[in-house]
Structures are given as C-alpha cells and as structure tokens.
C-alpha cells in the first residue's frame, strides 16, 4: 500500500472513532437526564428499583398530608388503585396541591419512602397528564379510569 493510501486510510479510520466516541457519549449523557414515570404500584412491585431518580405520579391520599410546624417538610401519601407510597418533600408546596389531586413528584426511593425534589399538582379539575394517566392504564388495565379525565393538555 503506498504511503498516501496509509495516511488517507487512517485519517478516515480516526474519524469514524472519533465520530463512534461522539455518539456513545451523546447517548450516555442524554440517558443520565431521563426521567422516568411510576405509579406507586409500579415502585411496590420493584419497576423503578434500576432508577436512580424518577417521577412518581398519582393521587393525594385523602388526610395524609401533614406539615412541619417548624420547617418546610411536608410528609403525604401518593395512591393509585392499588399502591400507596409515602412520599417527603421540603420545600413550598404548589398552590392547588390538596387532598385527592393529581400530583407528580421527582425525587428517589429512601429506604420504604420517595423523597421528592420536586412537586407538581394538575391544574384543573379535568386534567389529567397524559403520560400519567397512560401509566395508571398501564397498572391497571382491567380497571377504567376516572370519568372526566383528560388526556389532552387543555386548560
């Protein structure tokens, strides 16, 4: 082989790992700001144990939400038809999060409870996200969801 065909040969050789490296690392780092979806039957039954952080979606037990007098931790339930998760948050709670509401929490398992990061409650009676409602058809699929739930994202 003649020294130019070398040279082009290896040129293209370390692009195309240059260009494989690139990717890998584009991949990895795009799979580290994934988060996940789980409905606290799904975190029961070990779906979310291979994640590091993921949100849990649900409703808010009725009578679980209980305050700190003296800091910003707030302790609920997170349920489902057939799950319940006890869930921490230290931080301030979003205006319509309330008893029996829809609410997705970012955050990671602690022993047997969520510690969430993050707490967002729906914004109307009717609203319903649709990555949470799929998720709870998902866990229950012989079980029909509530009447009036939307899963489009109108106000």
């Known amino acids: 082989m003649n020294p130019t065909r070398k040279r082009r040969l290896i040129v293209v050789l370390l692009v195309v790992a240059a260009a494989?490296?690139?990717v890998g690392l584009g991949v990895f780092a795009l799979q580290q700001n994934m988060n996940y979806l789980f409905t606290p039957s799904?975190?029961?039954s070990g779906?979310?144990?291979s994640h590091k952080t993921f949100r849990l979606?649900?409703?808010v037990k009725a009578g679980?939400?209980?305050r700190s007098k003296t800091s910003l931790l707030a302790t609920f339930t997170v349920v489902d038809a057939d799950g319940a998760m006890p869930v921490?948050?230290?931080g301030i709670l979003p205006d319509l999060f309330r008893d029996n509401q829809s609410v997705i929490a970012t955050g990671h398992m602690d022993n047997a409870h969520f510690v969430a990061t993050e707490v967002l409650a729906k914004h109307d009676e009717t609203y319903m996200p649709k990555e949470l409602k799929d998720a709870m058809a998902k866990a229950h699929k012989?079980?029909?969801m509530p009447e009036g739930s939307d899963a489009g994202g109108s106000p």
């Open 20 to 22: 494989t490296v690139a």
């Open 42 to 44: 799904q975190v029961q």
């Open 47 to 49: 779906a979310a144990s």
């Open 57 to 59: 979606g649900g409703m």
């Open 64 to 66: 679980s939400i209980q």
């Open 88 to 90: 921490e948050y230290t």
């Open 142 to 144: 012989d079980k029909p």
